[in-house]
């Protein structure tokens, strides 16, 4: 698999694993690398997943995309990595950045898909489009010790057609709007 996905912005990288920034000292590199070569994807195919635009007025994303099932996701299933530019500099403004690790030295690993990342990049938050997210992130350790986020169904089947969401947490939006929920 190499292709850029359907509807992949012209602006933007599409990467299968991440990069590292200049920012992310030698040592913190090798841990999240782990064992095996630079962030070796984990799929070989296309996960189950499609990029589509949002044109419904009641969508808190209209006029953006959302991520969204291909084929029906069974509970508990592992969807695809969040991939983008590995990094350890400050990104305040990027809201494609997600905090990957915090070494014991207080260095911070976030993962930044703003520039460059894959179909992870294009999911929403739950809040205003379902109850709740029916998907989850989760930090996971490769088989040869590497450092992933990946995200995964929730307790339930996901159909298809169905928009992939998470909990971007309370904190993301509170940096951001100031809001209490
Ligand atoms: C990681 S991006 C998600 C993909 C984005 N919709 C796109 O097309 O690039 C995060 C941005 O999506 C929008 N977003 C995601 N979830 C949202 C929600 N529940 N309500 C409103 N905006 C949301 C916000 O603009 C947010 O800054």
């Known amino acids: 698999m190499s292709s850029k996905p359907s509807r992949w912005p012209p602006h933007l990288q599409y990467i299968q694993s991440s990069v590292f920034h200049p920012s992310v000292p030698s040592e913190a590199c090798l841990e999240i690398r782990g064992g095996s070569s630079a962030g070796s994807p984990r799929h070989q195919h296309r996960p189950a997943v499609a990029i589509l635009p949002i044109s419904s007025s009641s969508h808190p994303a209209n006029g953006q995309h959302g991520l ?5 996701i069974p509970p508990k299933t592992h969807i695809l990595d969040y991939i983008g530019e590995i990094h350890c500099d400050d990104r305040p403004h990027s809201d494609y950045d997600l905090s990957l690790y915090r070494f014991q030295n207080g260095i911070n690993v ?22 709740k997210p029916n998907a989850i992130f989760s930090d996971v350790r490769t088989p040869s010790g590497g450092m992933r986020m990946s995200i995964w169904s929730a307790g339930l089947e996901i159909k298809k057609g169905e928009e992939i969401v ?11 709007f100031h809001c209490s929920s």
């Open 68 to 72: 969204f099932a291909t084929r029906k």
């Open 166 to 176: 998470v909990s971007y947490g309370k904190g993301w939006w509170k940096a951001r």
């Open 110 to 131: 976030g993962i930044d898909a703003s520039a460059m990342g894959n179909e992870a990049r294009f999911i929403n938050d739950y809040r205003g489009i379902m109850d």
